[in-house]
């Protein structure tokens, strides 16, 4: 079997760039190569509800957010199959069974699954569904039999646990039901995971910290011109620290060395832009209206695009609905097989 790519995202909100970062670059970089048999993007409602019960409207309506995002990020629907998780009924049957190969003490480890409980205070209140979510993803994984799983570090845990249960799977049905994934890491770990706006460690909406896709020129502007830089870089005068300052984190992750060409010919590339920024003499002003430049750059094309694409958004649901008919034909593939390894294929006790 050739390479079966899929990943996810929960729709919860769209896509910022740090997003684009961790994940669509990546896809994209993917999608270019076309080195894949099948290329599979979820968008994981079933998950997202798995700690947003009582918010079903918030994720209904991201998960057309998200498809924009994809698709106006330049993702081609001609060659990637996105759909929506919860059109695919057979994962839910399939997370049964693999319920009873995995303990709750191994959930409880889960560091990923750890983190999230700090972050949302579930001290009592934590879903069943929400603690089982690394074993409904990994029926995400397994149902199309992907061997490449596109992610960011924080997912790795979730890749081990599916891993796991294909191990448990065949240890006690018999082996070569299930296809054993491997994680695909960005190749560019600094650009990982993006700081928010603010210095804080991540780009999150409640923080209001984040620069989305589809934002206008002008917020993306204003949010830059108002980003965390050296708190003691006061006169331009003043050493500055590059460390921990949000501009230079996003240079970073994109200022290549045209974009100095285009926008700051006065300097080569970002080292030379660091060096002067460390010893003294440059302002705060000058990398902004800079990094301004290139992520406007960036941007104007995706939103472009999202213009266009937002006047045909029955199309974009037909595209998923049907996606998802073909996403649940594969997944049935993988049920049978796995319902004939367990011996509960009934059919063989008719007589006729
Ligand atoms: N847990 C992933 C996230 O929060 C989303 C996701 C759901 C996913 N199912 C997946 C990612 C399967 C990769 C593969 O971003």
């Given at each position: 079997?050739g390479?079966i ?5 929960r729709p919860?909100?769209?896509l910022h760039i ?10 994209l970089k993917?999608?270019?190569e076309?080195n894949?048999?099948k ?13 947003n ?8 309506n991201?998960?057309i ?7 106006s990020?330049?993702i081609?629907p001609?060659?990637?199959?996105i ?6 009924p ?8 693999f ?5 709750v003490?191994?959930l409880?480890?889960n560091p990923t699954?750890?983190e999230?409980?700090?972050?949302r205070?579930?001290?009592n ?6 603690m089982c979510?690394p074993?409904?993803?990994?029926s ?5 039999n992907a061997?490449c799983?596109?992610v960011?570090?924080d ?7 599916a891993?796991e249960?294909v ?5 006690a049905?018999?082996e070569?039901?299930l ?5 695909l890491l ?6 990982a995971?993006?700081?928010?706006t603010?210095?804080k ?10 620069i ?21 870089h006061?006169?331009v ?11 230079f984190a996003?240079?970073d992750?994109?200022?290549t060395?045209?974009s100095?060409?285009k926008?700051?010919p006065?300097?080569?590339?970002l080292?030379?832009?660091?060096d002067h920024?460390?010893r003294g003499?440059l302002g ?8 301004n430049?290139v ?17 045909n ?8 609905f049907?996606?998802g008919r ?11 097989r ?8 009934y ?6």
């Open positions: 079997m390479k790519i899929l990943t996810g995202d919860t909100g769209n740090g997003h684009y970062v961790g994940s669509i670059a990546n896809r993917l999608q270019a076309g894949f048999d290329f599979y993007i979820m968008i994981a409602d079933t998950q997202a509800l798995t700690d019960a009582d918010k079903v409207d918030k994720v209904r991201n998960i957010q998200v498809a924009l995002d994809y698709l990020a330049g081609d001609k060659k990637v199959n759909f929506i998780q919860s059109q695919v057979e994962l839910a049957e399939m997370t049964m069974y319920m009873n190969l995995v303990t003490a191994r409880n480890r699954v750890k999230e409980l700090k972050q205070d579930f001290a209140t934590m879903p069943v569904g929400f979510y074993i409904s993803q990994a995400d994984i397994l149902a199309f061997n799983v596109p960011g570090e997912q790795l845990p979730m890749l081990e646990q891993r249960i191990r448990s799977f065949h240890n049905y018999g070569d039901v296809v054993m994934p491997e994680p960005p190749d560019n770990k600094s650009c995971r993006l700081v928010g603010d210095g460690l991540k780009m999150s909406k409640s923080a209001g910290n984040c989305y896709l589809k934002d206008e020129p002008e917020v993306i502007k204003q949010k830059i011109m108002g980003a965390y830089t050296d708190p003691d006061i006169k005068s003043d050493p500055g620290k590059v460390e921990g300052n949000v501009v996003y240079l992750a994109f200022a060395d045209e100095f060409a926008y700051l006065e300097y080569k590339n080292d030379e832009l660091k920024y460390r003499g705060d002003v000058k990398i902004k209206l800079f990094l430049n992520l406007q750059e960036l941007l104007a094309p995706i939103r472009e695009r999202r213009r266009v694409l937002e006047q958004i029955d199309q974009i649901y037909e595209m998923l049907e996606n073909q996403a649940s034909k594969v997944a049935s593939e993988t049920l049978a796995m319902k004939a390894a367990m011996g509960i294929d059919s063989q006790f008719l007589k006729k």
